[in-house]
């Protein structure tokens, strides 16, 4: 990295020497404007508007357009003489806990990095913020603007982040803020069930830019001379028009659908992982207990017979027993009979 800036951190009575570089840098693909017949570049002259002179950079100055056709002209010395205390520092204002600074007021980031001999007062800065918990408001000019900023820590480097002034932020001037817009307490809680389902840890490097690498590989392939293959989009069937409550109701057991987790109402949507587990280790156990409860019912059904069998055996015995017992006393009154007869 090309240090763009060089000065000192001041705060008390402490001076601490430090170098900055910028922390960021986009990665975003840039395209020169050309000649589509040749691919020649593209140049522009400056030319002055009112003698159509072609004007060198040397020649070129500031102007301020206060209305009526005139012009403030102002020049390097003039802007020279501005009082810019904090040219060659950054001055620290105070010290105030972080939640207390609106991320919008954020612009950009910079590293600093101890200048020579100063590490030793670099790290104790470092360290006392850390211990703190706060950020330090400062003063910095840089590219000869003074900015409102912070300096925090970040992985063990002093980091200053420039802020917007607070004139610089807009209102939101919106016609919905000015209508009476209630929502039901069903839907807010619907609506928090939804945040809840989606919760998680921010971690920024599992997020891409998705369209920077397809133009790259645009680009590839016009390099290598490949034909480039657009794959047709399938266009997605409109979604119906449902109620608020019924889309968050839907957006919260997707979330949980998403996470393995039972769905909200009973039976909405489709089978989760957790659920269809779950089905299947009671597959699995029925299939397991399938023949020991065959071979108990074996069990029962021979018994059952062999008790039937007992039983009619029985009947079977005492209807025997009842026949000869018949068959004897009618003999005997036969008998009887016949002796009677003779004896007559």
């Not at 206060?66 to 002209?73: D, L, N, Q």
């Not at 790290?123 to 912070?150: F, G, M, N, P, Y």
């Amino acid at each position: 990295m090309r240090a763009i800036w060089r000065g000192a951190v001041s705060f008390g009575l402490v001076s601490i020497g430090v170098r900055v570089y910028s922390a960021t840098e986009e990665k975003d693909i840039r395209f020169h404007q050309v000649h589509r017949t040749d691919g020649g570049r593209i140049k522009y002259k400056r030319t002055c508007s009112i003698d159509g002179e072609e004007v060198s950079y040397d020649d070129i100055a500031k102007g301020y357009d206060i209305g009526g056709g005139e012009m403030v002209i102002l020049t390097d010395e003039d802007f020279a003489e501005l009082p810019l205390s904090t040219s060659h520092a950054i001055d620290v204002l105070e010290f105030v806990p972080a939640e207390q600074v609106d991320p919008i007021l954020y612009n950009k980031a910079y590293f600093l990095e101890p200048d020579g001999a100063a590490a030793k007062p670099y790290v104790l800065l470092r360290d006392a913020l850390t211990d703190s918990e706060r950020v330090a408001i400062v003063k910095v000019a840089l590219r000869q603007r003074e900015q409102l900023a912070t300096l925090r820590v970040r992985e063990g480097v002093l980091l200053l982040n420039t802020m917007l002034w607070p004139d610089e932020i807009r209102r939101p001037d919106f016609g919905f803020l000015d209508e009476d817009i209630s929502v039901r307490p069903p839907e807010l809680a619907m609506a928090s069930s939804l945040i809840d389902s989606m919760a998680g840890e921010f971690e920024p490097d599992v997020f891409t830019d998705d369209y920077r690498a397809a133009l790259q590989e645009v680009i590839d392939a016009k390099v290598e001379g490949r034909e480039v293959v657009q794959p047709e989009e399938v266009e997605e069937a409109p979604a119906a028009a449902v109620d608020l409550m019924a889309a968050l109701r839907a957006s919260v057991d997707r979330a949980r659908a998403a996470r393995g987790e039972e769905p909200a109402g009973a039976g909405a949507g489709k089978p989760t992982p957790i659920s269809s587990a779950k089905s299947a280790q009671k597959a699995a156990a029925s299939k397991k207990a399938a023949p020991a409860a065959k071979k108990a019912a074996k069990k029962t059904a021979e018994k059952s017979t062999g008790t039937k069998k007992a039983t009619e055996a029985k009947k079977t015995g005492t209807a025997k027993k009842t026949t000869a017992a018949k068959k004897t006393t009618e003999a005997k009154k036969t008998a009887a009979k016949k002796a009677a007869r003779k004896s007559a």
